[in-house]
């Protein structure tokens, strides 16, 4: 979106519309409305990751998103992994991609929903792509939990839809990568809102800080 970048959305809308307006991460926001209604609630320490086109982060912490110092935490898709950017190796693109490769077809024909066909009926080809995928993004979970120690993993996005697939496999390959029992501590678990996640979590967000200019206006 040319100029996009430095653009005041929050003071744009409220100019425009005369309303009150609170502006967060897509991520964030899902992570948020996660911990509110959905997969994470009354957890005090919550990691949140979107499997998508590429892989979003966010990280709760004790009712606050953890936003760094520019408010640049938590973007987890560009961290280097042993084969390369996170998102690149272990997001929904990257397994159409590997799949798309093995069975010699066009990416654009393939989607998520016909590897998992193709999975549930036993493809030996797709199982296998699948499986370094796992591994792929366990690479990735580990990493964060020796930074973060979550109390619960949140995993998102259209693929995460199939839990009883993936769920026993993520947790046996987190297990197994993990140096040591002391870090498997984090309940791992799926996205309960669905897309609804950031539309809630926006809410949550503007409710929150309508709460906090209250507070500030009476002090």
């Known amino acids: 979106i040319p100029k996009y970048t430095g653009t005041e959305i929050k003071a744009e809308l409220e100019h425009r519309f005369n309303l009150p307006c609170a502006v967060e991460n897509d991520v964030n926001a899902a992570c948020l409305g996660e911990s509110w209604l ?21 990280m709760l912490l004790n009712d606050g998103l953890i936003n760094g110092y520019s408010f640049t935490a938590c973007e987890v898709g560009y961290m280097q992994l042993s084969k390369g950017k996170f998102q690149d190796v272990a997001s929904t693109k990257a397994l159409i991609k590997q799949v798309a490769s093995r069975k010699n077809i066009e990416e654009n ?39 973060f120690n979550p109390e619960v993993i949140v995993l998102g996005g259209g693929l995460m839809e199939e839990e009883s697939f993936f769920k026993p496999r993520l947790k046996k390959a987190i297990s197994a990568k993990l140096i040591s029992p002391m870090f498997d501590t984090a309940d791992l678990t799926f996205a309960k809102l669905g897309n609804e996640a950031g539309m809630i979590g926006a809410l949550y967000h503007f409710l929150n800080q309508k709460e906090a200019k209250k507070d500030d206006d009476f002090k």
Do not use: F, H, K, P
């Not at 009926?121 to 796992?134: F, H, R, S, T, Y």
């Open 38 to 58: 959905g997969g994470a609630r009354e957890r005090g320490s919550v990691l949140c990751l979107t499997i998508g086109t590429g892989i979003g982060g966010a």
């Open 109 to 147: 024909a393939l989607n998520g929903r016909q590897i998992m066909e193709w999975a549930y009926n036993g493809d030996a080809d797709v199982l296998i792509e699948i499986e370094q995928w796992i591994e792929n993004l366990v690479e990735g979970v580990v990493n964060l939990i020796y930074i």
